[in-house]
């Protein structure tokens, strides 16, 4: 079992952020995770981070149980994660190669020598994410599809076992879309793939490769199982409170009013 809640809740400021979940991801599972605006999807993933502790309950992490053999930091390296708050924190005015690199320290900017060996497998990863035409460039000017491939790249730079992917398509147009999720299919087909935890709002997004969909409502597991099974009309309709139409071509499915 790579991660295992069992009854975990959060509470914060008096407030019950999470209600008893229970989740369980074995490895070669990759996972979305759904849930409308305030479901309390950040407040879970900053727990499978470390960064908040369960209030209650059991909580195991690529190996890590909270609380016995835990070390937030150990476990942070294992843990890739891309999302906005990283974004907000890199400097504006290194290269994608830098921050690429600044990776493999877990570091924010490069404050260590990098080893020939950090610099090869930075250009690969580069390379791997289509980023290597502006790896020259300042994260400045780099469009917002292009700084998501270079957050990525950084990502893999540690070999983690778990990749984190915080609403990645934000502010991205149809195409750069597509391609990052394209990439994604490709993380999944490396050695050693990571498992990959997608956080999103769109269905539309939900790929073939997302074996299984977390949902979550009101700081509890609405349901949770296989991705075809929860992203249904049946399930979607309950999770809204309202009818909707749930159409599926290619393995994709996408989302409807019904009127
Ligand atoms: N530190 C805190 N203290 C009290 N309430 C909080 C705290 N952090 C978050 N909340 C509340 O908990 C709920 C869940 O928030 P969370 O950010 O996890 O939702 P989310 O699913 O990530 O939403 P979104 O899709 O909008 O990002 C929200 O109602 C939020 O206002």
Redesign the pocket.
């Known amino acids: 079992m790579m991660i295992e809640l069992e009854h975990v809740s959060l509470k914060?400021?008096g407030?019950w952020?999470l209600k008893d979940i229970n989740w369980q991801i074995q490895n070669g599972e990759h996972w979305v995770l759904y849930?409308?605006?305030?479901?309390?999807?950040?407040?879970?993933l900053n727990m499978l981070c470390a960064y908040y502790f369960p209030t209650e309950g059991n909580m195991t992490v690529l190996g890590k149980k909270f609380g016995r053999d835990y070390l937030a930091e150990k476990l942070r390296q294992k843990i890739g994660l891309v999302s906005a708050n990283l974004q907000q924190k890199l400097y504006p005015s290194d290269t994608a190669f830098q921050i690429v690199l600044s990776g493999a320290f877990a570091s924010i900017g490069l404050y260590e020598k990098p080893s020939n060996q950090n610099r090869e497998k930075a250009i690969g990863l580069l390379e791997e994410l289509q980023c290597l035409s502006y790896a020259d460039r300042t994260y400045e000017t780099l469009s917002q599809g292009e700084k998501q491939r270079v957050l990525i790249a950084r990502a893999l730079m540690a070999d983690p076992e778990l990749l984190i992917l915080d609403e990645p398509t934000t502010g991205l147009d149809f195409l750069a879309r597509e391609q990052l999720l394209e990439s994604l299919v490709t993380i999944t087909n490396r050695i050693n793939a990571p498992i990959l935890l997608y956080v999103t709002?769109h269905v539309e997004e939900i790929l073939p490769i997302f074996t299984h969909t977390l949902l979550?409502k009101n700081?509890e597991v609405f349901d949770s199982g296989t991705t075809t099974e929860m992203i249904s009309e049946n399930r979607l309709s309950k999770l809204f409170d309202r009818d909707v139409l749930v159409t599926w071509e290619n393995g994709r499915a996408s989302l409807r009013r019904k009127v």
């Open positions: 914060r400021n407030q952020l849930g409308l605006n305030g479901a309390g999807k950040t407040a879970l709002h979550l700081g």
